[in-house]
């Protein structure tokens, strides 16, 4: 089983290998370019939050990459900001979809209602309107920040990994 992670700042790891530092800090290297990997050898694909969503977002070979996974129908996890990307791509349209952040944020980046029929946003989400802190749809599994745990888990069951009792205190 493989899985790959997208961070935010993924799309300076695109074009060549070179370090970069995360929003914690941590220092991280890719192992491969987009045109290096296989969607074919991978079972899932995280895509986190990150403070630099809208380079992400923009890119256009980020953008092609995403909808391979996407158009086999591999699962796709986005939490906080990340499920923005999915959403430029019209992968949320019409499904209900969590996301850290609030329609009037997204207005101004060019989303209608029409685009955001469906939206949790960060306050609903906070108010609980979601109990299990996670959406899923189709091959598609969102959250919002405080509920990386549920979706985590989530997504350990859809990929048939054991989760034991008490996993992550739940």
């Known amino acids: 089983m493989k899985t790959l992670l997208l961070m935010g700042r993924q799309r300076f790891m695109k074009r060549e290998i070179k370090p970069i530092r995360t929003e914690e800090g941590m ?8 045109e290096q990997l296989n969607v074919d050898e991978y079972d ?11 380079g992400m977002v923009e890119d ?3 953008q092609e990459f995403v909808s391979k996974f996407y158009d086999t129908g591999t699962l796709i996890g986005a ?7 999915l959403l430029k791509l019209g992968y949320l349209k ?15 980046e060019g989303f209608t209602d029409d685009d955001m029929k469906y939206m ?17 749809t189709d091959n598609i599994i969102t959250s919002v920040a405080f509920g990386f745990r549920q ?12 989760l ?3 996993s992550f205190d739940l």
């Open 27 to 34: 220092l991280v290297i890719a192992d491969n370019t987009f």
């Open 44 to 54: 899932s694909l995280l895509i986190t939050g990150a403070a630099d969503a809208q």
């Open 151 to 162: 979706w985590a888990m989530a997504i350990g069951k859809e990929l048939n990994i054991e």
């Open 94 to 108: 019409e499904k209900p979809f969590m996301i850290g952040v609030e329609k009037s944020n997204l207005y101004e």
């Open 120 to 136: 949790i946003g960060w306050e609903e989400s906070c108010d609980e309107v979601v109990p299990e802190k996670y959406l899923k």
């Open 164 to 166: 034991y009792p008490k």
């Open 60 to 62: 256009e070979s980020t």
């Open 79 to 85: 939490i906080s900001i990340a499920p923005i990307l």
